[in-house]
């Protein structure tokens, strides 16, 4: 079907809730959504502009189907389906890459052991988890056991009671050696009880019983138990300075951040009892769905694989569907499920910070390249110009008063600065201070000169940038199109903080840039450089004309010159300097010059002559 065809047949489409899937030309699905009114959604695909990713997307297009469904909830379990089974090119995806394996406990022994599974199966043994990965699992396995001197080794009890000598692990006095058949099977047993309840989150719980037992144990003057107690507490309160590997599984609380850039992150912030045990997050590209869209999708698909699902889920925004959310992880997960949008206080702190963590992951990445790319590609789209903005010239004026009016030419060619083609002019037919004329005089020669066939001027800009408001800009436009020149311009207006805010067209519209920290950073280093290069060609044409009128005097050199510049700053404060106060600057032949220079009309003596006869 033709885009018009498409376009008549999503205007047909019911009011409903629904999924949509969008086919290309061979049949296959390359897109699912869901939608709360199918016609409203599916026909705007058909009709405006669209972003790059999604314009691509409808490109491929060559039919849709609908499915209706009764309410919105419906919808989404039948999105969420859709995508796991089609896979679609253009939908976002969480791929299953990441290994989730679960801690296992065997429960078909006196003594039992704890293990790696990669899975939960139906046999009996408890699971616990998911974690991570195998590195993590083995790790916890190995920091309980030490703290609570559980064995590591390969040897099964009882059979193996008094066979060998005990190992390693129990003379450096992290296995209470039950390989000896001298620990008794109610201690093993509690030791691992203490295992279990540390895996599920309840360390405070578990440290409240054990000093009761130990107070108890003293008091009945057992004093033996009583230690063995303490220094069981003492393990455990250890390891809560490594509960961010034990409490992962158990967290109560994931705060949810998501950042969009040229590779956008999605990260999971895990916390248990108030306190950040682990993080999650994923990398991918940019992707084609709104950022409400995108942290639904992310979500479902996330606690879909990992399957495990904490009691409450704060995300960073309204997704729109959260109550739907809400109902569907509680339905994966059989227990209930909040989803929660903070909006201010200490949840709000924590998606906060998940979404620094996505943006900083993000950013680590994203090679400058990409980076830049995706600025351009903002500029592109905000400016509604028709090809990237590839190279970019940017224009100043600089003058002090009358004197020495400039003006500078930088360049930046795929978002960095080429500086082998930064031009500078000096206006010639101005004599008083006129930004207007003095932008017009050095647009005008720089494309009249790219006209003439000048090689210095052979390329032309896919965008202009002028330092200055909509009148600036339109002066530029007005000497393009003298010159029959049809190129985009903008202004670069700043707030009063000297910083660029906006960027802003000849008739007044502006585009706001403070709310994109990437275009903002860089059309403030266009600026600030632009400004800079023509301040420094500035100060050098003053220089020059301050140090001619030194290098008149004979016996003054560049290095001499230099030396009276430094000190004096001025030619009115060279001017008045007395003999000795030149003396103590430069030798004194120098010095007698200098001096005679300034002051022939009104003395015919030396300098020297005159400070005798005054004495």
């Known amino acids: 079907m033709q885009i018009d065809e498409l376009r008549e047949k999503a205007n047909k489409l019911p009011l409903l809730p629904g999924v949509y899937l969008m086919l290309n030309e061979t049949g296959e699905v390359i897109y699912v959504g869901k939608a709360k009114k199918l016609k409203n959604r599916v026909s705007s695909y058909f009709r405006g502009e669209h972003e790059a990713k999604t314009a691509a997307m409808v490109e491929k297009v060559r039919d849709f189907n609908v499915v209706v469904v009764e309410s919105e909830f419906e919808a989404l379990v039948l999105e969420n389906s859709l995508i796991k089974r089609h896979q679609p090119h253009y939908n976002i995806l969480l791929r299953d890459d990441k290994a989730y394996p679960y801690i296992r406990l065997e429960t078909n022994s006196d003594y039992p052991r704890f293990s790696i599974a990669n899975r939960v199966a139906e046999d009996g043994a408890r699971y616990f988890g998911p974690y991570g990965g195998r590195v993590v699992s083995k790790n916890i396995i190995d920091t309980l056991s030490k703290a609570l001197k559980l064995p590591t080794c390969g040897r099964r009890f009882p059979r193996d009671f008094g066979k060998t000598r005990p190992c390693l692990n129990y003379h450096m006095g992290n296995c209470r050696g039950y390989c000896t058949g001298n620990v008794s099977l109610e201690s093993y047993q509690s030791a691992v009880r203490d295992a ?310 000849s008739d007044g519209r502006e585009v706001g840039i403070s709310g994109n920290p990437a275009v903002f950073s860089f059309i403030g280093t266009i600026q600030e450089e632009t400004h800079r290069f023509a301040i420094e060609y500035h100060r050098s044409l003053r220089s020059a004309a301050i140090g001619s009128c030194l290098e008149d005097i004979k016996g003054v050199g560049e290095k001499r010159r230099n030396e009276l510049l430094l000190h004096f700053k001025t030619i009115k404060a060279i001017k008045a300097a007395s003999y000795e106060e030149l003396c103590s600057v430069v030798p004194k032949n120098t010095a007698k010059a200098v001096y005679n220079y300034f002051h022939a009309e009104n003395s015919e003596a030396s300098p020297e002559e005159s400070t005798e006869e005054s004495i």
């Open 196 to 505: 279990e309840m540390i895996l599920n989150g309840k360390s405070a719980e578990l440290h409240a019983e054990l000093e009761k037992e130990m107070l108890l144990a003293s008091e009945e003057l057992r004093f033996e138990r009583a230690a063995e107690l303490r220094d069981r507490m003492r393990a455990i309160d250890g390891l809560q300075n490594r509960q961010n590997v034990i409490g992962a599984a158990g967290s109560d609380t994931d705060a949810i951040g998501f950042f969009r850039g040229a590779k956008s992150c999605f990260a999971v912030l895990h916390y248990s009892g108030g306190n950040l045990v682990d993080k999650d997050y994923r990398i991918m590209d940019e992707p084609l769905e709104s950022d409400e869209e995108a942290v639904s999708a992310l979500v479902r698909q996330f606690y879909s694989l990992r399957g495990a699902y904490p009691k409450t889920i704060l995300l960073p925004l309204d997704t729109g569907d959260c109550e739907e959310l809400a109902r569907l992880l509680s339905e994966l997960s059989g227990k209930k499920v909040y989803v929660e949008v903070p909006k201010r206080g200490e949840r709000k702190l924590l998606t906060d910070k998940a979404a620094l963590n996505a943006r900083e992951e993000s950013e680590r990445v994203t090679t400058a390249a990409q980076k830049r790319l995706k600025t351009l590609e903002w500029l592109k789209d905000a400016l509604e110009m028709d090809t990237l903005p590839s190279r970019i010239e940017s224009y100043d004026i600089s003058n002090t008063g009358n004197f020495g009016i400039v003006a500078s030419m930088v360049v930046f060619a795929d978002g960095k600065p080429l500086k082998r083609e930064y031009r500078k002019f000096k206006i010639k037919e101005l004599t008083a201070q006129d930004d207007y004329g003095s932008m017009r005089e050095v647009l005008t020669r720089r494309f009249r000169r790219f006209l003439d066939g000048d090689e210095r001027f052979n390329k032309l800009p896919d965008l202009l940038l002028i330092d200055g408001g909509s009148l600036h800009a339109g002066v530029a436009e007005s000497v393009l199109r003298e010159c029959g020149l049809l190129i985009p311009v903008v202004g670069m207006v700043k707030d009063d903080r000297h910083r660029t805010r906006a960027l802003t067209f």
